[in-house]
């Protein structure tokens, strides 16, 4: 009989995060539990009354576009700290795609190799949401599946 913690995948720490424009949720997973949950909101640019011309429009669309990509610059920071403090085997993203892609691009370039792919999560996900998410690309990662697992590659 074999402990499970001798297993391939009980090793393996998979990092979810989950990004958007309001919030950074990142979860270090390992053995189809969370070992560690760190979340992160900040106040989203929001229009101001009489902002309706296009004109405004434009300018509150440009402000928060650049929001958000400072934000997926600090997300990437912050990953790239948890990681030099304790690697990741493998990384998935999820939130909406913009964000995610935007996530991607904002990683360094070591980081952008263990991304595994990209999930239909959304940020406010449950727990069980984002066990169920990690365990089969643990798997994968392991190389004890074969087979699409409903993971988006970039």
Do not use: C
């Amino acid at each position: 009989m074999t402990d499970a913690s001798s297993s391939p995948t009980a090793r393996l720490r998979v990092g979810l995060i989950l990004f958007d424009a309001a919030r950074t949720r990142v979860f270090a997973v390992r053995s189809a539990r969370i070992e560690d949950a760190r979340e992160y909101a900040v106040n989203r640019a929001q229009r101001l009354p009489g902002q309706s011309s296009p004109a405004a429009a434009r300018e509150w669309v440009s402000r928060a576009d650049e929001q958000l990509k400072a934000r997926a610059a600090q997300t990437a920071r912050l990953v790239t700290e948890l990681d030099n403090a304790q690697p990741f085997d493998g990384l998935l993203l999820g939130g909406p795609s913009k964000a995610r892609d935007l996530l991607w691009q904002k990683l360094p370039t070591q980081l952008q190799g263990r991304v595994m792919g990209s999930l239909n999560l959304e940020v406010a996900a449950g727990e069980s949401a984002i066990v169920g998410a990690a365990i089969p690309a643990v798997a994968d990662l392991a190389g004890s599946v074969s087979g699409p697992l409903g993971i988006h590659s970039f």
